[in-house]
Nanobody
Framework: VQLQASGGGLVQPGGSLRLSCAAS????????VGWFRQAPGKEREFVAA????????RYADSVKGRFTISRVNAKNMAYLQMNNLQPADTAIYYC??????????????????WGQGTLVTVSS
């Protein structure tokens, strides 16, 4: 499955952005989706994940209450709504898909398919 992330940009602190992840194949519907981010000089970190059926979600503590992950399987799409963005959220954001057990969805090395990333910059 090929993934294409989009929607990044420059936003002021407190602002919002909605990232999109488009998948190339219907196999997408059988895969969990994860969003990760990587800031300059830092390791890639987990942001959020959603199950195949969207029945469950999981968030990093740093984004809980501000970010919302969703998906529309009929469109082979996943989204990350980001509200109240802060400078610490500045990073390249990646979407990825996996078949691993839900317990491990926060582990980046468990994912085999990654999008190219979209840059989010939060600055005044």
């Amino acid at each position: 499955v090929q993934l294409q992330a989009s929607g990044g940009g420059l936003v002021q602190p407190g602002g919002s952005l909605r990232l999109s992840c488009a998948a190339s194949e219907r196999a997408f519907v059988n895969l969990h989706v994860g969003w990760f981010r990587q800031a300059p000089g830092k390791e890639r970190e987990f942001v959020a994940a959603i199950t195949r059926s969207a029945s469950s979600t999981r968030y990093a503590d740093s984004v809980k209450g501000r970010f919302t992950i969703s998906r529309v399987n009929a469109k082979n799409m996943a989204y990350l709504q980001m509200n109240n963005l802060q400078p610490a959220d500045t990073a390249i954001y990646y979407c990825a898909v996996t078949q691993i057990l839900w317990a491990y969805v926060h582990e980046a090395h468990r994912y085999s398919n990654w999008g190219q990333g979209t840059l989010v910059t939060v600055s005044s």
